[in-house]
Structure formats: structure tokens, C-alpha cells
DNA sequence: ACAGGTCAAGTCGTA
DNA sequence: TACGACTTGACCTGT
């Protein structure tokens, strides 16, 4: 099994690299002057983008395949201050340029649009606003000649004090989702309400490809205290996909704070997991939630490296190895 | 230069 | 019904 690890957004290791550097609402309005308010945050996020570039290029020297871009390149984006703003009128080429970098390198690039995003509401301008940021998420990939396929993944939502009934609103409401925005979507089991055994049923009622996080299938495993019997239907969800299945990984912050991530990961989280999934799949994406971001991989790769063959690792080339 | 508070979003638990 | 906590990185304000 080909094993390619990413990270999240940003790294601990290039300095003054932020892709989410942003400008409040009030500097927004302080400004006076819409146009000169836009001009200012394209500039930002032109920045944004261009330390995603830097990035890039720092994944090459470790070979790292895999990356969350952040969500918040675009400052501002949404905002009723912002209303009716072209901006890729003047980020398109940027983003081109991030996507050509993406593609040299073969990466695989998602998005993780933000918690507020909910798809199961009940309120009516919750889910408009949820979806023209899931729009906002395609417009960005397709600047970059990214296929949006299968490439955002977010949480079922809320519970609204009847799981079961929010559940049947997600099915519901999916009717409402353009074709375009459904493809890009993947579900992901969330850590305090819809189970891993809860996403995939809605996985597979919908053909959405489900993205299994370990670390929240531990805080919320329902009645499925052992994963493995779910494993090959998660990844069978992924059969008619382009991309590789996808797991997030990541450590609990201490035993009073579980559900937060840790700095690292610790490997022991890992590698029972992956003789498993091996006897399943030919590849598997493994997304790294550390606090440590990019350290935390380079921690896993070394650790790969040295222990790695007595878990039956192999071929270790950077963020990529063989299983 | 640094610490602590604020922002942005929607949900949820507690008064 | 109203408000604070939650989450995250960055911005903002006061020292």
C-alpha cells in the first residue's frame, strides 16, 4: 500500500508563511472607501497564496504529497461588506500559479471549509450561506485547474436536539446542493455527534466518499468500539473516486482535554491501522492533525525511517512509503 | 516587545 | 431568552 502523509495549512518550520493573514470587518469599514478596502484585501490574499506557493515548495524538499490549504485565503470573502466583489478578477493568475506547483509536483490538494458550515440546518439562510462558501471553495479550485472533485471535506453538523431527524435533513437538503458542490464534498465522522458508523450510512445513502478520523472515532466510537468492521465499507465509498481514500490521524491533547490535538502524533496511533488497511487498499492519504503541523510529520517520517521495517514499512521516500 | 483581549462563524449548554 | 463556551489563527490594544 502507497501511504502518503499531509498536514494542515501552515508550517512551524518557514518563517512568516501564513496563508490566513486576514483584515477584520472593522479595519474593513475604518477604511471608508469599499473600493480601496478590496484592493487592500486582494493584496493579502494575493500574499495568502503565495506563501501557499512557499509552502509547496517546502513539501517538495520532504516529499510531502499532501496538503490542506487553508480556508481563509480569501479575507473576508463572504462578508455583506465584500458584496458583489470580482475578486478573481485579480487572483486568478495567483492561483494558477499554486495550482501549477500542486500539479508539478503530483499533490493532492483539499479543503477543510470551517465548522460553520452546515449543510443540515434547519435555518434556511444557514445552508444558502453554507453553500456559497462551498461554491467559494469550487471557484478556488477551479482557478487553480484543480478538479473540485471529492477535494472539500467537512462534518455532518448539528444535532439540533434530534439526531435522527437532522440526519434525515441532511438527505433532505442534499437535494438542494448543486451537482457541482456535491462532488466536491467528503463526510467526516466528527468527535461529540454523528459517529463514524452515522457518517458512513449517510455516505453510502448519498455516494459521498467518507474520510475516517481516528482520533474523533475514539472520542465518539458509538456502539462501534472496534473500526475494523466498518473499514472496508468506509473505503468502499471511495470506489468510484479518482483520488485515494483518506484518513485524518491525530493524538489527544491529555487525558483532561481528549478531544483537542496534541503537538504530535504518536505513532502507536498509526500503525496498527496500517497493516489492516493495507490488506484493503493500494493507497491510502493519511491527513496528520498535530498542533505541530509539518513538524509533526517530519517526527513521523523520521520515526518511519528508523522503525519502520519491523511494522513491515518499506521503501520510505519523505512523506510517501510503502506498507 | 509582549500579554491578554477580540474577531469571525453557528451550535449548544446553562442560567 | 440570553449569554458564554467552544474552536482557530491572526489582529488589536494596552502596557
Redo the contacts with the bound molecule.
Keep these: 500500500m502507497e501511504v502518503r502523509l499531509g498536514y494542515v495549512a501552515?508550517s512551524v518550520h518557514v518563517a512568516n508563511a501564513?496563508p490566513?493573514?486576514?483584515?477584520?470587518?472593522?479595519?474593513f469599514d475604518k477604511i471608508g472607501d469599499k473600493e480601496a478596502g478590496l484592493h487592500k484585501l486582494e493584496r493579502i490574499a494575493e500574499e495568502n497564496i503565495h506563501n501557499c506557493i512557499r509552502l509547496l515548495y517546502h513539501n517538495r524538499a520532504y516529499n510531502i504529497k499532501f496538503f490542506r490549504l487553508s480556508s481563509r485565503l480569501i479575507p473576508l470573502v463572504g462578508?455583506e461588506y465584500t458584496h458583489g466583489w470580482n475578486y478573481m478578477d485579480e487572483l486568478a493568475p495567483h492561483f494558477q500559479k499554486l495550482g501549477e506547483v500542486a500539479r508539478e509536483d503530483g499533490v493532492r490538494i483539499d479543503f477543510h471549509p470551517?465548522h460553520?458550515v452546515?449543510l443540515n440546518?434547519p435555518?434556511k439562510q444557514?445552508f444558502d450561506?453554507s453553500h456559497k462558501v462551498l461554491e467559494h471553495h469550487i471557484r478556488m479550485l477551479t482557478a487553480m485547474s484543480l478538479s473540485p472533485k471529492h477535494r472539500c471535506v467537512m462534518h455532518v453538523g448539528?444535532?439540533?436536539?434530534d439526531k435522527e431527524k437532522a440526519l434525515k435533513r441532511f438527505v433532505a437538503n442534499w437535494d438542494k446542493v448543486s451537482p457541482e458542490v456535491r462532488q466536491a464534498i467528503m463526510l467526516e465522522n466528527d468527535d461529540k455527534?454523528y459517529t463514524a458508523r452515522d457518517t458512513l450510512m449517510l455516505c453510502e445513502t448519498l455516494g459521498i466518499p467518507m474520510v475516517l478520523d481516528i482520533h474523533h472515532h475514539r472520542c465518539n466510537p458509538g456502539q462501534d468500539a472496534d473500526i475494523s468492521s466498518l473499514l472496508p465499507r468506509i473505503l468502499a465509498t471511495w470506489s468510484r473516486s479518482s483520488l485515494p481514500p483518506k484518513m485524518h490521524i491525530s493524538s489527544p491533547r491529555s487525558d483532561k482535554n481528549k478531544?483537542?490535538?496534541a503537538d504530535y502524533i504518536r505513532p502507536e496511533e498509526l500503525f496498527p491501522f496500517l497493516k489492516e488497511m493495507a490488506r484493503m487498499t493500494e493507497r491510502l492519504d493519511i491527513m496528520v492533525e498535530a498542533k505541530q503541523k509539518d513538524d509533526a510529520v517530519l517526527r513521523l517520517m523520521d520515526w518511519v525511517k528508523r522503525e519502520g521495517e519491523v511494522h513491515g514499512i518499506q521503501a520510505v521516500n519523505g512523506g510517501a512509503f510503502t506498507v
Design positions: 501552515m501564513s490566513s493573514k486576514t483584515m477584520t470587518a472593522a479595519q462578508h470551517d460553520f452546515l440546518s435555518r444557514v450561506t448539528g444535532a439540533y436536539s455527534v478531544r483537542a490535538h
